[in-house]
Nanobody, 116 residues
């Protein structure tokens, strides 16, 4: 399984960004997809997750500001990030977890910087 992220960049506080992740390879089995982030000096943390059925889960820090969505036909997952704050600055990683094997796959990450 390969995951390729896009859409990161520099944005001012209060601005918006949309991250996308395209999955390819052997992904026919049921799987969750999601976004994690890692800021300098901190552990990687879950940002948002979406199941194959569309159920979502968000970190408390992003609830009401971020929206995760997926297109099962295109094997893509998106993260719409609004009202961005400096503390959202991090490398954002796309994640795919196969439910049967509990195997995790990761993208290479995309940098999001929120600064004036």
């Amino acid at each position: 399984v390969q995951l390729v992220e896009s859409g990161g960049g520099l944005v001012q506080p209060g601005g918006s960004l949309r991250l996308s992740c395209a999955a390819s390879g052997s992904i026919r089995s049921l799987h969750n997809m999601g976004w994690y982030r890692q800021a300098p000096g901190k552990q990687r943390e879950l940002v948002a997750q979406i199941t194959s059925g569309g159920s979502t889960n968000y970190a408390d820090s992003v609830k009401g500001r971020f929206t995760i969505s997926r297109d099962n036909a295109r094997n893509t997952v998106h993260l719409q990030m609004n009202s961005l704050k400096p503390e959202d600055t991090a490398v954002y990683y796309c994640n795919l977890m196969k439910l049967l094997s509990r195997t995790n796959y990761w993208g290479h990450g995309t940098q999001v910087t929120v600064s004036s």
